[in-house]
T-cell receptor, first 114, second 114 residues
Framework: KAGVTQTPRYLIKTRGQQVTLSCSPISGHRSVSWYQQTPGQGLQFLFEYFSETQRNKGNFPGRFSGRQFSNSRSEMNVSTLELGDSALYLC?????????????FGPGTRLTVL | AQSVTQLGSHVSVSEGALVLLRCNYS??????LFWYVQYPNQGLQLLLK??????LVKGINGFEAEFKKSETSFHLTKPSAHMSDAAEYFC????????????FGSGTRLLVRP
């Protein structure tokens, strides 16, 4: 069974640009969550989608947005990029949306903002 | 708000020695608790989780953790360290509920000396 895939794996952008990251969950998984990992702030929850609906959102500005498609694939978008948005963005999927369920993480997309 | 404290950003042990990574959570209601491991340039892999069954939880790769409500702790142990255990370890909590939102500790980097 294929794991969670994230594309692209590496991305370089400049300040002010926008970026879209993609996540394909494990087949059959309906919940997708996104996390940002930085050396300074560690791992922080961005948002979670289940059946195309955002169920939970972290404490990030509105420049960070996401969506989920009917096939459970998810995208996150960051507009007006800032230097501080440089991070590893991790996507995780789970079979159902429940806080006790295991989340399976992808390898991440490393975003560098210049 | 939930928080997780991992004592020691770096822990160094000799191969074959006991591994002990500390995690304390702040919650009046026992949450769900998780330990994840991250190898370089990879996503997170679940080692084990506590969801209110047995307080001693056994995970993969010989790791286990004990939930102690009185101490609000969920320390990770392994009797004998292997070189392959060198990685970063994250403790995480989630509130009981229908939505997924993991709150991570700051991580502990485990170094294994030959």
């Amino acid at each position: 069974k294929a794991g969670v895939t994230q594309t692209p794996r590496y991305l370089i952008k400049t300040r002010g640009q926008q970026v879209t990251l993609s996540c394909s969950p494990i087949s059959g998984h309906r919940s997708v969550s996104w996390y940002q990992q930085t050396p300074g702030q560690g791992l922080q929850f961005l948002f979670e989608y289940f059946s195309e609906t955002q169920r939970n959102k972290g404490n990030f500005p509105g420049r960070f947005s996401g969506r989920q498609f009917s096939n459970s694939r998810s995208e996150m978008n960051v507009s007006t990029l800032e230097l501080g948005d440089s991070a590893l963005y991790l996507c995780a999927s789970s079979l159902v949306s429940g806080s006790r369920d295991e989340q399976f993480f992808g390898p991440g997309t490393r975003l560098t903002v210049l | 708000a939930q928080s997780v404290t991992q004592l020691g950003s770096h822990v160094s042990v000799s191969e074959g020695a006991l591994v002990l990574l500390r995690c304390n959570y702040s919650s009046s209601v026992p949450p769900y608790l998780f330990w994840y491991v991250q190898y370089p340039n990879q996503g997170l892999q679940l080692l084990l989780k506590y969801t209110s069954a047995a307080t001693l939880v056994k995970g993969i790769n010989g790791f286990e953790a004990e939930f102690k409500k009185s101490e609000t702790s969920f320390h990770l142990t392994k009797p004998s360290a292997h070189m392959s255990d060198a990685a970063e370890y994250f403790c995480a909590v989630s509130d009981r509920g229908s939505s997924y939102k993991l709150i991570f500790g700051s991580g502990t980097r485990l170094l294994v000396r030959p």
